[in-house]
């Protein structure tokens, strides 16, 4: 069946440092792969989109690759800071719909 | 401003008694889709809706009603509610839906509605 995990439910890290959050499906073939980032009591907000023939990706300060050999893919914040505190959700698109993981909450200490 | 509304926020209700969950966005959206967030199990689909008079089963229907009659809006219906429906709600929206490698397709979610059935 149809698996996406994202590799730890809560990551904690110091202000300044480099954040990653991977994200492994299983059972897919995406044409592409989208990061979401959902505050408390708030709905997910979509932050990029990586396509299968694509990388790497870049938007001011993340970063996220997508390797379709590993079937895995990678969310970087680079120079963290306690505003990026969040839970972070990566998603594939199924037949008819978005799937997502379970979400990775990181919390940035100042 | 571009959005996507849900009401209520909060619910606290008994089981059995009816209720719907609204939503409405005002970006002339195609797709539109109703998702439940439980803690450790993440975002999965109740059910969705391709256009106007068109909407099927995601991964958990059960126990949930939807419609489509209008473009903008697509209410939640719980018929007859049950303790296990106790979740937070989210409905989502985008331009259309395709697997076409050159579309950029992100969802744009509301706010939530935090049901409570007791």
């Known amino acids: 069946s149809q698996k996406i995990e994202q590799n730890s439910e809560a990551l904690n890290i110091q202000e300044g440092k480099t954040a990653t959050l991977t994200c492994n499906y299983t059972n897919y073939s995406p044409a592409y792969l989208q990061w979401y980032r959902q505050d408390p009591g708030r709905g997910p907000v979509f932050l990029l989109l990586i396509r299968e023939n694509e990388k790497e990706k870049r938007k001011e300060r993340l970063k996220v690759t997508f390797d379709t050999t590993l079937k895995q893919s990678l969310f970087h914040i680079t120079a963290s800071q306690p505003a990026d505190s969040a839970t972070y959700l990566c998603a594939l698109e199924g037949r008819n719909d978005m799937r997502f993981g379970a979400g990775t909450r990181l919390t940035v200490k100042p | 401003e571009a959005q996507v509304t849900q009401n209520p926020r909060y619910l606290i209700t008994v089981t059995g008694k009816k209720l719907t969950v609204t939503c409405s966005q005002n970006m002339n959206h195609e797709y539109m889709s109703w998702y439940r967030q439980d803690p450790g199990l993440g975002l999965r689909q109740i059910y969705y809706?391709?256009?106007?008079?068109?909407?099927d089963k995601g991964d958990v229907p059960e126990g949930y009603k939807v419609s489509r009659k209008e473009k903008r809006n697509f209410p939640l219906i719980l018929e007859s509610p049950s303790p296990n429906q106790t979740s937070l709600y989210f409905c989502?929206?985008?331009?259309?839906?395709?697997?076409?490698?050159?579309?950029?397709?992100?969802?744009?979610f509301g706010d939530g509605t935090r049901l409570s059935i007791l």
């Open positions: 989502a929206s985008s331009p259309t839906w395709g697997r076409d490698v050159y579309s950029n397709q992100p969802q744009h």
């Open positions: 809706s391709m256009n106007v008079e068109v909407t």
